[in-house]
């Protein structure tokens, strides 16, 4: 009988490798940046993640995310995902139970409640609202994306961004601590053995460091951080795309 159990749950986690592509799946890396507004060094550096193989965890086909560093906005750096009718779902070991992440069949107005633990370790929530719906294509690869922003002025969590079906929020992959800094925002790489590589600002390579030390700091005509130093807020544009904190 445990023979057969055993036979049983590999083809479950084998099924879940040759579907087109469950989140995390064929050694699936991402590369985010990490801004550091306040302290030193000041620079945005990258922060890589990385998935584990398949394996079982309460009796579903789970997978590892790994995030190589904590600059202390999240309340962990290992996270437990599964996917099930194209929803990812992470768990929260506070609650012991999967709370959605992502769903990709999200219609425009939908609202979405995000979890995550706070500072003292509880379960929080967050209401998004989605409000745009596309498709784009990644190396040849067509997937779904939508647009998430705040139902509330007030929220917890910072994770408004765009969702990229298979790969995750552009913003970073899980909620973090809103008030916090230094955070990590934007991503700049992904990558697996079926999709390729991913990257999204040609002049940013995926493991570069980018160091705040002038006035007026552009690489390649096309990243421009100004003004520094500041006193309340600077901007960040990358390809014309401007971010300020």
């Not at 985010?32 to 922060?47: A, K, W």
């Not at 590892?64 to 990812?88: L, P, Q």
């Not at 370790?121 to 994306?145: E, P």
């Amino acid at each position: 009988m445990h023979k057969y159990l055993f036979v049983f749950l590999c083809l479950i986690i084998f099924q879940e490798d040759i579907k087109s592509q469950p989140f995390g799946a064929n050694n699936a890396t991402w590369h985010y940046s990490l801004y550091n507004y306040f302290f030193p060094p000041l620079n945005i550096s990258p922060i890589k993640v990385t998935s584990s193989p398949a394996f079982i965890f309460n009796g579903f086909s789970c997978r590892n995310i790994y995030v190589n560093n904590n600059a202390g906005c999240m309340a962990n750096t290992t996270y437990i995902v599964r996917e099930s009718n194209d929803s990812v779902y992470y768990y929260l070991p506070s609650s012991n139970q999967f709370v959605m992440l992502y769903n990709y069949n999200a219609a425009i107005g939908d609202t979405q409640s995000i979890y995550g633990m706070d500072i003292s370790g509880l379960d929080t929530s967050i209401q998004m609202v989605v409000t745009s719906i596309g498709t784009t294509t990644i190396n040849g690869s067509l997937k779904k994306t939508y647009d998430i922003t705040y139902a509330s002025p007030s929220h917890y969590f910072d994770f408004a961004g765009t969702v990229i079906e298979d790969i995750g929020n552009t913003f970073f992959l899980f909620p973090q601590w809103g008030f916090c800094d230094p955070i990590i925002h934007e991503l700049r790489c992904y990558e697996d053995s079926l999709i390729g590589l991913y990257q999204v600002y040609s002049n940013l390579p995926c493991d570069s460091v980018v160091w705040l030390t002038s006035n007026e700091f552009a690489l390649n005509d096309n990243i421009l951080i100004s003004p520094n130093p500041f006193n309340n807020e600077f901007s960040i544009a990358i390809n014309n795309k401007s971010f300020k904190k």
